[in-house]
């Protein structure tokens, strides 16, 4: 069925694929370069990539417009990134740009000026099920590209986003994304992906939240207590990190610490040669979101806790107030407070939450 179809266009080749293959498929195709928040201290490609969108759009012949989301940006994935740094958790700014802005701003405005459904480029697929006497169930799945998939960035996606939403590369490889790029001599076929803080691009965390978060010199202990070192803030640190605060070395061939635990109140960071907790495996979470049914809590999942970590087996136990616990099988290692812990059935994304 031929659809009305708005494709967020970010001046990359994966986006500009999706676009060209669903105007192929014969829908009604407008591209659209979303327009957001950018510190002006660090240097911005946001015209350059507007300009390669607009450029793939008179490609393909067709409509092109510009989103502005500069301040609902700044105030969902800017001021909560800093907030979250601020009260000593580790954000996520992809899942709540994705949430916020792709798949909220965006696709209401798209909806608002009568599209039947949004795309992008995001390397995930999407399946309808239920009998037609029914009403269909969506259900999100990873992408074919295992080292691309970027369904843990989806999570948040509920029923009413699944069916309004396409993922026309989800059944390819980046490979064969660019191969279809060069094949219809797009000018972004060579382009170099887009690393980084989600439409910002690659930043120096640390040198972005100085701007917004004031240096405060603390100690940096070991397991024991032991003071052997000084950072510039808690804030500016999570937990898993590896760099960039002093310690006393022990020796010249001494291994890496990494920040194990922080204490915004004491501002003070515990590290260890050994990127680990003493945990019994479990993990709670707050603002869970599930993209269809509650998981059930006799059936065994896996989950993981940061983007391309290797899924772990875990139970869910789904409980009231948008909460739930996973018991992971294995102790998971350390477990980042206010990152995203994704839930997995096979490759159905069904959902996930923030860890408490």
């Known amino acids: 069925m031929r659809k009305k179809v708005f494709v967020g266009m970010s001046g990359g080749v994966d986006s500009s694929v999706a676009a060209l293959l669903l105007h192929g ?162 000018p972004t076929a060579q382009k170099k992906d887009s690393q980084g803080l989600c439409f910002i691009g690659k930043l120096d965390m640390k040198e972005f939240l100085a701007r917004f978060l004031p240096r405060a010199e603390g100690a940096v202990q070991d397991r024991n207590g032991k003071i052997i070192g000084t950072h510039d803030g808690a804030h500016y640190y999570t937990v898993g990190q590896r760099h960039g605060f002093a310690v006393r070395a022990e020796s010249a061939s001494q291994s890496p610490y990494y920040v194990v635990a922080k204490d915004s109140a004491t501002n003070t960071l515990t590290v260890s040669h050994t990127p680990s907790q003493k945990t019994d495996g479990a993990v709670t979470l707050q603002s869970v979101s599930w993209t269809s049914a509650i998981p059930q809590s006799n059936r065994k999942y896996t989950a993981r806790m940061r983007y391309r970590q290797p899924l772990m087996p875990c139970f869910v136990h789904a409980g009231k107030a948008n909460n739930a616990r996973v018991q992971f099988l294995k102790s998971p290692g350390l477990i980042p407070s206010g990152q995203a812990l994704v839930v997995y059935d096979g490759t159905e994304c069904i959902g996930g939450g923030t860890i408490r």
């Open 25 to 186: 498929e014969g829908h009604d195709v407008t591209g659209v370069f979303i327009k957001v928040w950018q510190p002006d201290f660090i240097p911005c490609t946001a015209e350059d990539d507007r300009k390669d969108a607009m450029r793939v759009a008179a490609r393909l012949g067709i409509p092109f417009q510009t989103f502005n989301f500069e301040k609902e940006y700044k105030t969902a994935v800017i001021d909560y990134l800093i907030a979250e740094y601020k009260a000593g958790r580790t954000p996520n700014p992809d899942v709540m740009c994705n949430r916020e802005i792709k798949f909220g701003a965006f696709l209401r405005e798209a909806k608002r000026q009568g599209a039947d459904a949004i795309a992008t480029g995001h390397y995930a697929r999407i399946h309808e099920s239920g009998p037609r006497s029914q009403e269909s169930q969506f259900h999100l799945l990873a992408g074919i590209d295992k080292n691309k998939d970027q369904s843990y960035f989806l999570y948040t996606l509920g029923q009413d986003e699944l069916a309004h939403t396409l993922f026309p590369i989800g059944e390819y490889t980046k490979l064969q994304v660019r191969a279809i790029a060069e094949k219809a001599g797009l």
